[in-house]
């Protein structure tokens, strides 16, 4: 056996080991988003809870998701009477209801 077919096994070897974690993580990260709208409304209502208020691009950031996700997932909060709107368009933020 020559030095290149070692090289070239370990090479194999290391391919395989590397897509089976990264399948180990996608399926983890799957697994996420599965539980993730109750983590989210959790984490969102923690943020205002502790800085009184949260604007869309803040909970885009906060829950590392788009701008157009946050929106709608703040304007559901909105409708289940989560939270209220106040201001509108660029200057909405969202506070806890007294």
Do not use: W
């Amino acid at each position: 056996m020559s030095m290149s077919d070692n090289v070239s096994d370990k090479y194999t070897v290391s391919d395989k080991m590397s897509n089976k974690v990264s399948n180990n993580v996608s399926d983890k990260i799957l697994m996420c988003d599965n539980v993730s709208d109750n983590a989210l409304k959790q984490l969102i209502l923690s943020y205002i809870k502790t800085h009184s208020e949260i604007n869309t691009t803040t909970a885009a950031g906060l829950i590392d998701r788009s701008p157009g996700t946050a929106r709608r997932m703040l304007s559901r909060f909105v409708d289940e009477g989560l939270i209220i709107s106040v201001g509108a368009n660029r200057n909405r933020r969202y506070i806890l209801p007294k």
